[in-house]
C-alpha cells in the first residue's frame, strides 16, 4: 500500500517562528500536494509540485512556501508563522493523469 | 470556477441506499470526477472515480449525468463506518488536483 508519512500529528509553535512541516511518499510518485483544512471551509490547495524542484501555487499560497529537492519528500514551510494559520495541514501524492490521491493523516498546528 | 457544489449534510438509516449528489456545471470534457471522503480524526482517502461511463467499486458506484454537470455517489447498503464528510472534486487530469469543496457530512442513524 501508499504510504504517505507527516512528520508531526500535532505540532505547537509560536508567532514569527519559522515553520517546517515534512511529507515523504514511498511510492515513486510524480506529484505532491499540501492542503490545510479549516472548519467549514473544506480542504484548499496551498502549493504543489509535479517534479523535483517544481512547484505551482494553489489557491491559497500567500504566507507559504514548499521545498521539493528529493522525488519522495514535499516541504511546506511557514517563512513567519502567525496565528491564522493554525490550522490542519495535509499532505498527498499522485502519480498524476486521472490517478488518485493518497493522503497522510495530517498535521494540527497550532500557533500561539 | 473549479469548485463543485454538495450538500452540507445528509441523514441516512443504516442498511438502506444513500445518494450523495455533487453539481460541477463548468466540467470541461477531460476532467475526471473524483469522490473521497474523510472518517473523523484522517486523512481523506480515495472513494472512486470517473470520467462518462457510470463506475462500480467494493465501495460505492458512481452515476455521471449524460451532461457531465452532476454525478451522485452511491452507497448501496450505509454502515455505520460509512458516517463521514464525502468529497466531490474535479481532476483537470493534468495530476493537478483542484481545491476540495466543504463536501457533505453524512450521519447514518442504527
Known amino acids: 500500500d501508499v504510504k504517505v508519512t507527516q512528520s508531526s500529528r500535532y505540532l505547537v509553535k509560536r508567532t514569527g517562528e519559522k515553520v517546517f512541516l515534512e511529507c515523504v511518499q514511498d511510492m515513486d510518485h510524480e506529484n505532491m500536494f499540501w492542503y490545510r483544512q479549516d472548519p467549514g471551509l473544506g480542504l484548499r490547495l496551498i502549493y504543489f509540485s509535479y517534479d523535483v524542484k517544481m512547484k505551482e501555487k494553489g489557491d491559497i499560497p500567500e504566507g507559504y512556501s514548499v521545498s521539493r529537492e528529493k522525488k519522495e519528500r514535499f516541504s511546506l514551510i511557514l517563512e513567519s508563522a502567525s496565528t491564522n494559520q493554525t490550522s490542519m495541514y495535509l499532505c498527498a501524492s499522485s502519480t498524476g493523469g486521472e490517478e488518485k490521491l493518497f493522503f497522510g493523516s495530517g498535521t494540527q498546528l497550532s500557533v500561539l | 470556477d473549479a469548485k463543485t457544489t454538495q450538500p452540507n449534510s445528509m441523514e441516512s438509516n443504516e442498511e438502506e441506499p444513500v445518494h450523495l449528489p455533487c453539481n460541477h456545471s463548468t466540467i470541461s470534457g477531460t476532467d475526471y470526477i473524483h469522490w473521497y471522503r474523510q472518517l473523523p480524526s484522517q486523512g481523506p482517502e480515495y472513494v472512486i472515480h470517473?470520467?462518462?461511463s457510470n463506475v462500480n467499486n467494493r465501495m460505492a458506484s458512481l452515476a455521471i449525468a449524460e451532461d457531465r454537470k452532476s454525478s451522485t455517489l452511491i452507497l448501496h447498503r450505509a454502515t455505520l463506518r460509512d458516517a463521514a464528510v464525502y468529497y466531490c472534486i474535479r481532476n483537470n487530469n493534468a495530476g493537478n488536483m483542484l481545491t476540495f469543496g466543504g463536501g457533505t457530512r453524512l450521519m447514518v442513524k442504527p
Open positions: 470517473g470520467l462518462t
